[in-house]
């Protein structure tokens, strides 16, 4: 193990063996992020109770808003992208991520807000509850209960959804996006009923058994995907716009779990730009003077390569809820592996399964989820404390 700077210590190469090891996996993780991991199903359940309990059907009350805007920052601000994709394309009012404190300007009486924050108190989405009610727009709010959000929320008289504290947020993300989403239907944005809940939940249960600490790494997917990346730069790009919200995704676990660098994005927009990753000292270059017969024991570093995940919608959507013709799609995912295998670069595939968006895209974060932990875990790194975001914070006076 080496100690690193800021009380972090861990070591540099992936130990493989700890990963089959169920007992120094649960040392390894005393805060219990796979365990919370494992509660997404739960979760997804959860909120859609809880969200019932909550008088949503108000929102109604004065018809079709121009525009929804969904503030918060981090895991609550990916609810937005994941409430867009699942609206698709054909969504008649358009949804705006805001990131940041207060709200677009242009936000007035006819819009929608929905402040959502797991600690019910980040800056961002205050600010953007604050000014909603100030501006006279719709407001809905979702997070911890008892919180300054609530208290916002109440003093709108707005609808609040009470999501149970989990630390830390990223461990929350499904908490968090079924009363978005579920705020959505209510104002007749998205179609999302009972059946593809249900079945979106049952999917993360069955993952979540795939992933499970128990089962050996040659059985887990998580497990594998971890080993696969361990060492590389990942590249994570999603073959259509649900699958790069996934991509997105793995991009926060990996930087904020296994603290690994990442380039994520969808795979249409990489195709003409940053495919030339593929090309560089990370790809192409370092593959074609690899030394077969090196120990990989004595790798120092020089040897990082990039590893391709690409995330595959699998092309079940309905064709006219899609922005292109899923053959393109599917084209581009086929391309971008012929050409990672053409320059050496190992390539690793997640394709999504299930009959809606929502469970699609489950289908898509679930392994990558677990796969950030066990390569923090591999890794001795703690995937719960991230002391970096906490200095952060103090630095920042946030
Ligand atoms: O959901 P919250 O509690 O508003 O936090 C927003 C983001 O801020 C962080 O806590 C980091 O400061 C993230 O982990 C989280 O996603």
New binding site residues.
């Given amino acids: 193990m080496i100690d690193g700077t800021a009380g972090v210590s861990g070591r540099r190469d992936a130990d493989e063996a700890l990963l089959d090891n169920p007992q120094a996996l649960a040392e390894a993780d005393p805060g219990g992020m796979l365990r919370h991991t494992a509660s997404a199903g739960a979760q997804v359940r959860e909120s859609a109770a809880l969200a019932a309990e909550a008088n949503l059907a108000v929102l109604a009350d004065d018809g079709r808003p121009r525009a929804v805007v969904i503030a918060?920052?981090?895991?609550?601000g990916r609810t937005g992208d994941v409430l867009a994709t699942v609206a698709g394309p054909r969504c008649p009012v358009p949804i705006i991520g805001h990131r940041s404190a207060g709200v677009p300007g242009w936000v007035g009486a006819a819009d929608v807000v929905i402040a959502v924050?797991?600690?019910g108190?980040?800056p961002e989405?205050l600010g953007a509850a604050e000014a909603a009610h100030r501006r006279g727009a719709r407001l809905v709010a979702v997070g911890a209960p008892d919180s300054q959000l609530q208290s916002i929320a109440e003093q709108a008289r707005a609808p609040f959804i009470p999501v149970p504290r989990r630390a830390?947020?990223?461990a929350s993300l499904w908490a968090l996006t079924v009363p978005v989403l579920l705020a959505a239907r209510s104002l007749g944005l998205v179609k999302v009923n009972e059946a593809d809940l249900a079945e979106t939940a049952a999917r993360l249960d069955a993952d979540a058994d795939r992933c499970r600490s128990a089962a050996e790494s040659f059985v887990n997917p998580a497990k594998s995907l971890a080993l696969a990346l361990a060492g590389s730069i990942p590249i994570v790009w999603g073959s259509s716009p649900l699958a790069t919200v996934a991509a997105r995704r793995f991009g926060d676990t990996l930087s904020a779990n296994a603290r690994y660098p990442v380039v994520t994005g969808a795979l249409g927009e990489a195709g003409r730009g940053r495919v030339g990753l593929l090309d560089g000292v990370f790809g192409g270059l370092a593959e074609g003077e690899r030394d077969i017969f090196a120990d990989p024991a004595e790798d120092d570093g020089e040897g990082t390569r990039l590893r391709l995940v690409l995330l595959r919608d699998g092309g079940l959507n309905a064709e006219d809820d899609t922005d292109e013709p899923l053959a393109v799609e599917e084209r581009r995912a086929d391309a971008v592996q012929t050409l990672a295998e053409r320059r050496g670069v190992r390539c690793d595939v997640v394709t999504a399964e299930g009959g809606s968006a929502l469970e699609r895209l489950a289908s898509l974060i679930a392994v990558p989820d677990f796969a950030s932990i066990y390569l923090a875990l591999a890794h001795g790194l703690d995937p719960m404390a991230v002391p970096a975001?906490t200095e952060m914070?103090e630095l920042s006076n946030q």
């Fill in positions: 918060g920052i981090g895991t609550a924050s797991a600690s108190r980040s989405a830390p947020a990223r975001i914070k």
